[in-house]
C-alpha cells in the first residue's frame, strides 16, 4: 500500500511534487554546509594547526586566515564556527550576536519554501491575515513582535483557533523561528525538522525528551475491571475504524483501554486493541495517559503506557495471536512503540497499527509485514509533536498508508477529538474510511469477548 499524501484532498500536483523535491533539497545542502562549516573549526582549533605556526610561521599564518575567512566572512561560510569546545563557543557567541550563517540562511529558505507549498492548501498561510503578519514578523527577525501578534490573535479568537490555524504547518513556523531567534538551545531540534530527521527535543525551548523522560519512570500495570453493563451498551459493534473511535470516545482518557475477541468472516480468532489519547489537565497523574508520557513517548518506545499495555496483552491475548492496534493520539504513539519492541513481536503477530492524530512518523514497526496506517486532520496540533508537520515534503515509508485532509473543524483540541475524527471520516472523507475497513476486514466479525483494563503508571 503507498503513502496516500495525495488524499491530502488530491491536490497534490506535478509542479507542488517538484517544489517539494527542491525544498528537501535545500534542506539537505543546508545540512552540507553546516557540516562544511564543522570541519573547518576542526580544522582551525586543531593544535597541530597551532603547531605548525612555530615551524613554519608565513604559511601557517596564510592557513589561519584563508580559514578564518572561510568560517567568518559573508563571502564564505557565514558565520559558521561549530563543534568542539571552542567552536561551541564561537557559535554560541554567534548566535547570541545575531551573525549570519549561510547554512542558516539556506534552511530557512527551505522552510520558507515549505511554508509556501503549505499555502496550496491552506491559503491563510498566504493571505494577509494574523498567519502571514506572524510569519512576516519571523521574517524581519522580530521574535517579539511575532509574540504579540500571536496574542493578539489569541485574544481574538482565543488559543485554540489561533493554534489550528498554524497547525499545518506549525513545525516548519516554529523551526523557522528557532533558527533565527537568540535561543541556542532549540537550534538542534530546528535542524533535525530542516533535514526531516527525529529530534529529541522541541523547536521552541530546545527541551530535550529526555528531561521529560525523567519524570516518565513508571513500571506500568493493567487491572481487568469488572463488566460494566452500561459501557458496554454504549459501544459501537460495526468494527470500523470510525466505530473504534467511537469506542475510543465512551472508554475516556482516565486510564482505561479496550481489548476485544473477535471471530472473522474466515472464522480465524483475532483481537482489537482500542488504545486512548492522553488526558488534558496536569501534566502528571495516576496513569500512563498524561502529557509527560506523551511528550516521552514521541522519542521513546518503552514507556509506562507501553509496560502497562504489555501486561494487559499478556493477561487477555493468547502467544501467537493476530493482533490490530487501533490509537488515538497518545494511544497511537503506543501503538507504534509496541510494533517496534522485538519482546512483542515475539510474542503476538501484530498484523496492523492504526494511529489517529499521532506524531508516529519516526518510528518503524520491527517486522515489515505489519500495515501501518496514519489518519490525521491537517489543523491538529498534536502531529506536529514529533517535528513532522502533516503536509511535509518529507514522505513516509512506501508500504504505509499516510492520509491527511482539511475539515470545518478549526479549533483545537476540538478537532483532535476521537469523535470529531470518526465524524469526519464519516462525513469528509468516507472514501478514506472505507480504505481503512477494507485493511481492517479480517477484524470485522462476531465480538465473542471485550476486556476492559485499567493502566496505571506505578
Same mark, same amino acid.
Given at each position: 500500500m503507498s503513502t496516500d499524501s495525495g488524499t491530502r484532498a488530491g491536490t497534490a500536483g506535478p509542479d507542488v511534487a517538484a517544489l517539494a523535491a527542491v525544498a528537501r533539497t535545500l534542506g539537505e545542502v543546508a545540512g552540507e554546509i553546516r557540516e562544511a562549516g564543522r570541519a573547518l573549526t576542526a580544522v582551525a582549533t586543531d593544535p597541530a594547526l597551532t603547531a605548525s605556526l612555530g615551524r613554519s610561521p608565513r604559511s601557517g599564518l596564510r592557513a589561519v586566515r584563508a580559514l578564518a575567512r572561510a568560517l567568518t566572512s559573508p563571502a564564505g561560510l557565514g558565520y559558521a564556527p561549530d563543534g568542539g569546545t571552542l567552536g561551541r563557543a564561537a557559535w554560541l557567541g554567534g548566535v547570541l550576536a *545575531? =551573525? #549570519? +550563517? !549561510?547554512?542558516?540562511a539556506v534552511a530557512v529558505t527551505s522552510l520558507k519554501l515549505r511554508i $509556501? &507549498?503549505? +499555502?496550496? =492548501?491552506? /491559503? #491563510?498561510?498566504?493571505? #494577509? *491575515? /494574523?498567519? =502571514? =503578519?506572524? &510569519?512576516?514578523?519571523?521574517e524581519a527577525d522580530r521574535q517579539t513582535r511575532a509574540l504579540r501578534i500571536l496574542r493578539e490573535s489569541v485574544r481574538a479568537e482565543g488559543a485554540e483557533r489561533a493554534l489550528a490555524r498554524l497547525a499545518p504547518s506549525l513545525t516548519e513556523v516554529m523551526a523557522w523561528n528557532a533558527l533565527v531567534d537568540e535561543n541556542p538551545f532549540n537550534d538542534a531540534a530546528a535542524w533535525h525538522i530542516v533535514m526531516g530527521t527525529r529530534a529529541d527535543g522541541d523547536p521552541l525551548l530546545g527541551t530535550s525528551i529526555g528531561a521529560w523522560a525523567r519524570w516518565d519512570r513508571g513500571p506500568g500495570r493493567a487491572e481487568t475491571e469488572p463488566p460494566d453493563p452500561e459501557l458496554l451498551a454504549r459501544l459501537d459493534h460495526g468494527g470500523g475504524i470510525a466505530a473504534h473511535l467511537r469506542n475510543v470516545t %465512551?472508554? *475516556?482518557?482516565? *486510564? $482505561?483501554? !479496550?481489548?476485544? $475477541? %473477535?471471530t472473522g468472516p474466515d472464522g480465524v480468532t483475532r483481537h482489537v486493541v482500542l488504545l486512548p489519547g492522553m488526558a488534558f489537565g496536569r501534566p502528571r497523574n495516576a496513569t500512563p495517559q498524561d502529557l509527560v508520557g506523551a511528550v516521552t513517548a514521541v522519542g521513546r518506545n518503552d514507556t509506562p503506557y507501553t509496560r502497562a499495555v504489555r501486561k494487559a496483552l499478556a493477561h487477555a491475548v493468547p502467544e501467537g495471536a493476530q493482533v490490530a492496534l487501533i490509537g488515538h493520539s497518545l494511544g497511537g504513539i503506543t501503538a507504534m512503540s509496541l510494533a517496534e519492541l522485538p519482546e512483542v513481536n515475539r510474542r503476538w503477530r501484530l498484523t496492523h497499527v492504526v494511529a489517529v492524530g499521532s506524531p508516529i512518523d519516526f518510528k518503524r514497526p520491527r517486522d515489515p509485514a505489519t500495515r501501518v496506517v496514519s489518519l490525521v486532520n491537517e489543523h491538529d496540533v498534536v502531529p506536529n509533536l514529533e517535528g513532522r508537520s502533516p503536509v511535509s515534503v518529507f514522505p513516509v515509508p512506501a508500504d504505509w498508508l499516510e492520509i491527511t485532509w482539511v475539515d470545518s473543524s478549526h479549533d483545537f483540541p476540538q478537532c483532535h477529538n476521537a469523535g470529531v475524527y470518526a465524524q469526519s471520516l464519516d462525513e469528509v472523507v468516507p472514501e478514506a474510511r472505507d480504505r481503512v475497513d477494507a485493511l481492517l476486514e479480517p477484524y470485522r466479525g462476531q465480538v465473542e469477548e471485550t476486556v476492559v483494563l485499567r493502566l496505571h503508571d506505578r
Open positions: *545575531g =551573525r #549570519e +550563517s !549561510l547554512a542558516v $509556501r &507549498l503549505c +499555502s496550496v =492548501r491552506h /491559503p #491563510e498561510f498566504a493571505e #494577509e *491575515g /494574523p498567519v =502571514r =503578519r506572524l &510569519l512576516a514578523a519571523i %465512551v472508554l *475516556g482518557n482516565d *486510564g $482505561r483501554m !479496550l481489548i476485544q $475477541r %473477535v
